[in-house]
């Protein structure tokens, strides 16, 4: 399972930054701003690779290894795939949305374009949807009083400037994650001018489903971004490869 961290803004500056030269020195208020190192300086990068949910052996995913694959009828799929993941990787911004077969290369994808931002210290996060879920009832039973870690981490889904979520239609459709879904789809959409979102599903969002149902308010949302459609099973050629 991909780790989710409880919070996933900087530990020193909580995101902002700075810091105050005296808060160091146990002056929370006088002093003037100075860096703050853990997320500004060149530890960035090890700070955001840190908490951007892939895994070690997911790091190397980049554009350059994206291929047609052995069907020549499905090229056009592939290569309208590598435009689109290109172009977000420039804008940073919208909502893109792949969907298709098992094993097309979906997830591939969204670990392509979060390495791609991830180097260029972007802030990004991937995880499973229902990871994402479970992780916010772990954090709500944590904190039955005090919802602060709850709430950092559900603000910074909100908030940071690349999500990549996969697998979303493979949650269990409460009504708390059905809300949870539709206010993460509604925001995030909100601020497609300005975020950057990208999914991974199997099933197909033009699907005319009820906005009442748990995952089709989410794919009315998609509908009004890019969709890319995958087909073709690439895990038996990488078995032989491997």
Request: with cysteine; hydrophobic share 40%.
């Amino acid at each position: 399972m991909h780790g989710l961290p409880g919070a996933l803004t900087c530990p020193e500056c909580g995101g902002l930054g700075w810091l105050r030269a005296d808060a160091q020195l146990g002056d929370p208020v006088f002093g003037t701003l100075v860096p703050c190192e853990t997320c500004t300086s060149n530890r960035r990068l090890e700070w955001i690779t840190r908490h951007c949910g892939l895994e070690r052996a997911e790091l190397d995913a980049r554009i350059a290894d994206w291929n047609a694959g052995p069907w020549p009828e499905l090229r056009s799929q592939r290569e309208e795939a590598r435009t689109a993941m290109e172009r977000v990787i420039e804008r940073r911004t919208g909502f893109l949305a792949f969907w298709g077969d098992f094993g097309a290369g979906k997830t591939f994808a969204l670990q392509i374009i979060v390495n791609e931002l991830r180097l260029q210290q972007v802030e990004v996060f991937y995880a499973p949807l229902a990871h994402v879920l479970d992780h916010l009832r772990s954090l709500y039973r944590r904190n039955e009083i005090c919802h602060k870690e709850t709430s950092d981490f559900w603000q910074r889904l909100l908030d940071i400037p690349v999500l990549a979520l996969d697998e979303v239609t493979r949650f269990h459709g409460t009504s708390w994650a059905q809300e949870r879904v539709w206010m993460l789809a509604d925001i995030r959409y909100r601020r497609m001018a300005s975020h950057l979102t990208v999914f991974a599903t199997n099933d197909d969002p033009n699907d005319s489903l009820p906005i009442s149902e748990p995952i089709g308010y989410l794919y009315s949302r998609l509908r009004q971004g890019h969709l890319v459609e995958l087909r073709g099973d690439l895990r038996p050629l990488a078995d032989r490869i491997d």
